[in-house]
Structure formats: structure tokens, C-alpha cells
């Protein structure tokens, strides 16, 4: 009997706390009209943590007992403060140990300076996630200032799917933002129990049908090496090959750089590129 009334208790606590969040306040964009429930719904949820709503409905009501990763992720979603999380887990009966998160990534001063020395070549530094650590100019002039971008959203999969200029840039924007899903779920299997990781998933999900169903595909890819073409608005089109090294202090940290074969009508176009004024 104790047993049912934690439960019943879990499943009014979560109801209780979803009801107080707007879309808005977990990085979702207002729906039009009226919306049936007060707060988040139970899709809206089970979608930020990357679990199918049957699955969170079955916890919501009791009737499946989630995993301390699971429940980890929820409280995550849900803006549940340590009081509340501890509460969470000691209705579902699991103890509330965080799996300790990895130190900030910082970029090394000598590699900025690498970046910054790579005048004609665009460059960029990825973290875990695929967040954007560090960059140098021209990777800006090809692309756009991830400096204009709060940090927290400077993740190279999210500005993919998110800015219009990325859409228009690549010629393949499809199989572009396809393989970066596919190189996504190969960081998740990485670090399963990332909440910031998690948290895009499920905001990129509920925003993008695309991104949606190439992420439950669960393909997988690595960063590599491979060739994209873009289509600059100033230059025009840019064939280059990327390849990709790994930071020698940090397996985490990986150094993307674009190049074109010397005499080619890319190689030519990164330089007039470089040379014009960054608010040109």
C-alpha cells in the first residue's frame, strides 16, 4: 500500500510540476491557439527527454518504475531544483547521485593563436556535443559570427537546423544536416546520461520534424573527413574538403578545417574572401 501512494505521489508531483512551465520556459517555441492543459504537455515532456510518451505516461501514472538516468532527465526538463530532484527520486524509490559532469572545455591558448594564424583557411574547434568552442575569422565570413550567438546555443547542430543562413548556404543542406545528426547520435552513445545533450534532442525534436525522424533512424557517423559545397552569397560557390584533428591535451576537442585544392577556383575564392572587411 506504501508503495502505491509514492507512487500516486510521483505521479502528482510531476503533473504538479509540468503544469508550472510554459513552452517558452524550456526552449519551445508558444503554441497557437488554445492549449488543453495549463503548462507542458505529457508529449512535450517525454520529447525534451528523449523517451516516447507511452513510456512517460506509464511512469506519470505509476505503472512502470523509470531508471535513475531516466528520472535524472526528467528532473532536468523540468527545471527541478536538487530539493525537488532528491524528492523525485525518494518517491520512486531510486537514490539521487548525479553522475558528475565533466569539467567545462576551455580551448588552449596556443590553439587559438593556430586558429587565428589560419588566415586563408576556415577553422573551427568542436567540443563535446558538437559545441562550438573556438573559431577564427574567416570561418565567420564563410558562415556567420557564432560570436552573436549566446554560448549555450553555440552548438554547431542546433545553428544548423535553426539559422536560415545555414539553410541557404550548403547546396545539400538535407544530407549536410543529415550525417550531422548521424555524427549527434554518435556523441550521445558517448555520454548517455549528458542533460545538455539530452535537452537538444528533445528541443530540436519538438522544433524540426526532420531532425525528429533522422535522430529516431539512429544512424551513426564519426568526424572525419569528407567534401561539402556551399553556395556564398559573396563568392559564390566553395568546394572544400574538411578534415578533422583531434586536440592533443583533449580527445574531446576536435579542429575542423576547410581547404581547397591550390589553383582552384575555391582556393582563389577563400582568399578574396579573407580579404574583405568582416562587415562587408
Known amino acids: ?18 503544469s508550472q512551465l510554459r513552452p517558452e520556459d524550456v526552449g519551445l517555441s508558444e503554441s497557437k491557439g488554445a492549449r488543453r492543459v495549463t503548462g507542458l504537455r505529457r508529449e512535450e515532456v517525454a520529447t525534451l527527454a528523449s523517451i516516447s510518451t507511452d513510456y512517460y505516461t506509464r511512469i506519470e501514472q505509476g505503472r512502470i518504475s523509470a531508471s535513475a538516468s531516466v528520472l535524472g ?4 526538463v523540468l527545471r527541478l531544483g536538487e530539493d525537488q530532484r532528491r524528492y523525485l527520486f525518494s518517491l520512486a524509490g531510486k537514490p539521487s547521485v548525479r553522475t558528475p559532469r565533466p569539467a567545462k572545455q576551455r580551448v588552449r591558448p596556443q590553439l587559438q593563436r593556430l586558429l587565428d594564424d589560419l588566415s586563408a583557411t576556415p577553422a573551427v574547434v568542436m567540443g563535446r556535443r558538437m ?3 573556438a573559431w577564427n575569422r574567416l570561418a565567420t565570413k564563410m558562415m556567420l559570427d557564432f560570436g552573436q550567438i549566446p554560448e549555450k546555443q553555440r552548438n554547431y547542430v542546433r545553428i544548423l537546423f535553426t539559422h536560415p543562413i545555414m539553410r541557404s548556404l550548403y547546396a545539400d543542406w538535407e544530407t549536410v544536416a543529415k550525417t550531422a545528426v548521424a555524427q549527434l547520435r554518435m556523441e550521445a552513445a558517448k555520454y548517455p546520461d549528458d542533460p545538455r545533450l539530452t535537452g537538444l534532442v528533445g528541443e530540436l525534436s519538438v522544433q524540426d520534424p526532420q531532425f525528429a525522424g533522422w535522430w529516431a533512424a539512429q544512424n551513426v557517423a564519426s568526424l572525419s573527413t ?3 559545397t556551399l553556395v556564398h552569397p559573396r563568392v559564390g560557390e566553395l568546394v572544400l574538403d574538411w578534415d578533422t584533428l583531434v586536440e592533443a591535451d583533449d580527445a574531446e576537442q576536435q579542429l575542423v578545417i576547410w581547404t581547397a585544392e ?5 582556393h582563389d575564392a577563400l582568399r578574396r574572401l579573407a580579404e574583405q572587411p568582416t562587415d562587408a
Open 1 to 18: 500500500m506504501a508503495g502505491d501512494t509514492k507512487k500516486n505521489e510521483l505521479g502528482v508531483f510531476l503533473r504538479n510540476r509540468r
Open 73 to 76: 532527465t526528467i528532473a532536468e
Open 131 to 133: 559545441d562550438l568552442l
Open 226 to 228: 569528407g567534401t561539402k
Open 262 to 266: 591550390p589553383g582552384s577556383a575555391t
